[in-house]
């Protein structure tokens, strides 16, 4: 079983930054997949991407280019860096761990309201 606790959300105004980060516990780390997710009032939950215990990375073309999914085994936990936000990307960001064949743990979700 896995533990995530996610952190970093907030308020941005539109063209910021933000980084997310979601760190884990209760498990071997190194043994999980790690993904992002959100949702957006109104909208089912999205997968924004994921990245491998090798590094290797997938993305959502709504995000290419601007988010970034990076991941430190040694202190568990994996972030979400986000660049040039724009409105549309206001949302609860979710943290997934899973390995194949399971459904996975989720975080709890934390908000990015993207507005002046």
């Known amino acids: 079983q896995v533990q995530l606790v996610e952190s970093g959300g907030g308020l941005v105004q539109p063209g910021g930054s933000l980084r997310l980060s979601c760190a884990a516990s209760?498990?071997?780390?190194?043994?999980?997949?790690m993904a992002w997710y959100r949702q957006a009032p109104g909208k089912q939950r999205e997968l924004i991407g994921t990245?491998?215990?090798?590094?290797?990375?997938n993305y959502a073309d709504s995000v290419k280019g601007r988010f970034t999914i990076s991941r430190d085994n040694a202190k568990n936990t994996v972030y979400l860096q986000m660049n040039s936000l724009e409105p549309e990307d206001t949302a609860v960001y979710y943290c997934n761990a899973y390995r194949p064949g399971t459904q996975g743990y989720w975080g709890q979700g934390t908000q990015v309201t993207v507005s002046s």
């Open positions: 990245i491998t215990n090798s590094r290797r990375t």
């Open positions: 209760g498990s071997i780390f190194s043994l999980y997949v």
